[in-house]
Structures are given as structure tokens and as C-alpha cells.
């Protein structure tokens, strides 16, 4: 009877996940640039593999759930999980009170959508107050 031991098994599963990230990263630079991505700079394959790394570590296997949390890093920047003002989604896509990574994924997609649309729209109330209560032009 075949014995694997612990070390062994540890090896097989970096392993997998190595050749996991390998093929996702390899797809995603195949891929044409999305509109969203062309304001940022080019992915490469030194760039691009440590954020799909940390996305399948977390469990978040298919390729267009890869490809939602490499927009996140687009956006944000590779390393937005570590950055302050994001430390909410890191808290989120760590939270073990929901089972599955990709509920995560999506329920930080879902906010940062909400607080983007909160953003805008407080954008435009304090725009228009300012147009509106803005003193009247003067004639000279």
C-alpha cells in the first residue's frame, strides 16, 4: 500500500496550483486587451502571474472568475488587497463566513460597483449645489 506523506502531498498540491496559474496566465495574455484594460499598462507574464496566483490560492479556479480578479487588479493595482483604502475587500475575499471564493469575488464586484455608483452620484448632488448656489455672475 502506497504512503504519501504530508511533505509529498504539500508538493503535489503547489504543484497543481502552479500549473493552474501557469494555464490561466497563459490564456489571459493570449487574449485581446478589453477596453477597460488598454488605459493600464500591458500585462506580462512576470506581471500577471503572482496576481493569479493569489486569486487561485483563494480558490477562485474558472478562467472568467480569474479574469474578474485580474480586473480588480487593473484597476486598483496589483497589489490592491495590500493597499489601505481597500483593506475592505481583503477582509471580504478572506471571509470564511461565505463558503465559496467566487461568492466572495462577487460580492466584493457587487460593492465596489454600489460604492462607485455612491461616489458618482454624490459627484453630481454636490455639482449641482454648487451651480445652483453659485453667486450670480457679475456685469461689469
Do not use: C
Not at 16 to 42: D, G, I, Y
Not at 53 to 80: P, Q
Amino acid at each position: 500500500m502506497l504512503r504519501i506523506r504530508e511533505s509529498q502531498m504539500a508538493s503535489l498540491r503547489r504543484a497543481t496550483t502552479e500549473a493552474r496559474v501557469q494555464q490561466r496566465v497563459e490564456a489571459l495574455l493570449a487574449e485581446p486587451p478589453s477596453v477597460e484594460t488598454t488605459a493600464t499598462p500591458a500585462w506580462t507574464h512576470e506581471t500577471l502571474a503572482p496576481v493569479v496566483r493569489r486569486g487561485v490560492e483563494r480558490g477562485i479556479l474558472e478562467l472568467g472568475d480569474v479574469r474578474r480578479y485580474v480586473g480588480l487588479a487593473s484597476a486598483l493595482g496589483a497589489d490592491f488587497e495590500t493597499q489601505r483604502p481597500h483593506a475592505w475587500m481583503r477582509a471580504w475575499l478572506d471571509d470564511t463566513a461565505v463558503s465559496d471564493p467566487v461568492a466572495r469575488l462577487h460580492r466584493v464586484l457587487t460593492e465596489r460597483r454600489r460604492r462607485e455608483d455612491v461616489a458618482r452620484m454624490n459627484r453630481q448632488r454636490a455639482e449641482a449645489f454648487r451651480l445652483r448656489h453659485a453667486p450670480p455672475p457679475t456685469s461689469t
